[in-house]
């Protein structure tokens, strides 16, 4: 089966987990993917990943969701930047997100990270998505 959003899957992956309050998802593994969930269990929104074979040889990623008083410690989780539509922003017009109580994760020049290390850093990017 092929996806035409990878990312886009992850992310809802994530979003219908939480709403059925599962301990942990499973996602089929990939660079990106696995940089994106690094930004994630950096900033506290997952507890963590590890990649896993399949029977069927191929790599997955188990993620691990992170709850606080059995609500999920991700409240929304938008996808920005589509297959149809890219949205790219330079470091002066990064978001913020919840007036910098979220997280944007940014695809830079030096690799993916939070709209802050990209601030920090003095690079701008195309903005994957809105963590709250």
């Known amino acids: 089966m092929s996806f035409s959003d990878p990312v886009g899957d992850m992310l809802t992956r994530i979003r219908n987990g939480q709403m059925r309050k599962k301990g942990s998802i499973k996602s089929p593994s990939s660079k990106l993917r696995i940089w994106v969930l690094d930004v994630l269990k950096e900033d506290g929104y997952i507890r963590g990943y590890t990649?896993?074979?399949?029977?069927?040889?191929?790599?997955?990623?188990?993620?691990?969701?992170?709850?606080?008083?059995?609500?999920?410690?991700?409240?929304?989780?938008?996808?920005?930047?589509?297959?149809?539509?890219?949205?790219?922003?330079?470091?002066?017009?990064?978001?913020?997100?919840?007036?910098?109580?979220?997280?944007?994760?940014?695809?830079?020049?030096?690799?993916?990270?939070?709209?802050?290390?990209?601030?920090?850093?003095?690079v701008g990017g195309e903005i994957l998505c809105t963590v709250f």
Do not use: H, W
């Open 51 to 122: 990649q896993i074979d399949n029977e069927k040889g191929f790599k997955e990623l188990e993620i691990k969701l992170k709850y606080f008083s059995g609500d999920p410690a991700i409240r929304e989780l938008k996808r920005i930047s589509k297959p149809g539509r890219r949205v790219y922003t330079s470091v002066k017009n990064l978001p913020y997100v919840r007036q910098g109580l979220g997280v944007a994760i940014v695809s830079t020049a030096k690799g993916v990270m939070s709209d802050a290390k990209a601030r920090e850093q003095n």
